[in-house]
């Protein structure tokens, strides 16, 4: 059984699947989804995707070319806790905090990608991710962080033992469920005169060939969330549990 805890330091959780899509596809098509889904989601952004290039030319300083390119729109809910990406190369689902719990999450993406796959029509589903950021409030500015991270960093004995910051990133495959696992863990930055925010960020993916309706998309996502909860349990100690009770 999942455990649920009431103060939760969930601030996103995600559900990313990229596709390939046919080729008469447009930002127009993506652009009137909003109508199916107006009165839930009735903010609208478009979506810019940051490209840039270096270009050099003999001896001369390297010049930089920089460009914003729409790739799809974002729909936002109207109490601004959920989100839709729906982009020319995938999908995307996001609860903000606060989160409720992962059945609520998926029934609400998944039914708002079955919108997303009658408008577009793709031909492969070619990733599947999920990704919770969590951001664990440590009641200090002064701690041991070996008593709230099982894999904390760590500074060689012989130098002063006090960390100002720090940035992590593994990266873990786990080859038995053909999936691999970013985790980042980092000091949020955030000016607190009582607390320290530390950032811990899951992401989960498989590389799949799969088509939009196979039933499988939805099996690996569930299959990627449990690695997940593999991931936080075994990153925070019992201490940093009782935070979220």
């Known amino acids: 059984m999942t455990k649920v805890f009431p103060k939760a330091p969930l601030t996103e959780a995600l559900i990313d699947i990229q596709v390939k899509l046919p080729g008469d ?26 490209e840039g290039t270096f270009e050099m030319k003999d001896e001369q300083d390297p010049l930089q070319k920089t460009q914003f ?51 577009t029509k793709p031909f492969l589903v070619s990733r599947l991710a999920v990704r ?10 002064t701690f041991n962080y070996d008593d709230y991270f099982t894999a904390a960093p760590r500074i060689p004995p012989p130098l002063p033992q006090y960390l100002e910051n720090f940035f992590t990133r593994l990266v873990v495959p786990f080859p038995d469920r053909g999936a691999i696992a ?11 005169p009582v607390n320290t925010a530390i950032i811990l960020d899951i992401i989960v993916s498989k590389e799949v060939t799969l088509g939009p309706g196979d039933e499988k998309v939805y099996e690996i996502l569930h299959i990627l969330r449990e690695i997940k909860n593999e991931i936080f349990f075994s990153s925070v100690t019992e201490k940093t549990m009782e935070l979220f009770r």
């Open 25 to 50: 596809i447009s930002l127009v098509d993506l652009e009137k989804l909003q109508d199916r889904i107006r009165v839930e989601y009735p903010d609208k952004k478009t979506r810019r995707m940051w």
């Open 69 to 119: 390119q729409v790739d799809g729109y974002v729909f936002t809910s109207a109490d601004g806790k959920q989100v839709v990406q729906c982009r020319l190369d995938g999908f995307t689902f996001s609860r903000l905090r606060p989160y409720t719990k992962w059945e609520e999450v998926f029934v609400e993406a998944r039914m708002l990608w079955g919108i997303y796959v009658t408008a």
């Open 132 to 141: 919770y950021i969590n951001s664990i409030e440590i009641p200090s500015k």
């Open 182 to 192: 970013i985790i980042t863990e980092t000091p949020s930055g955030k000016p607190d």
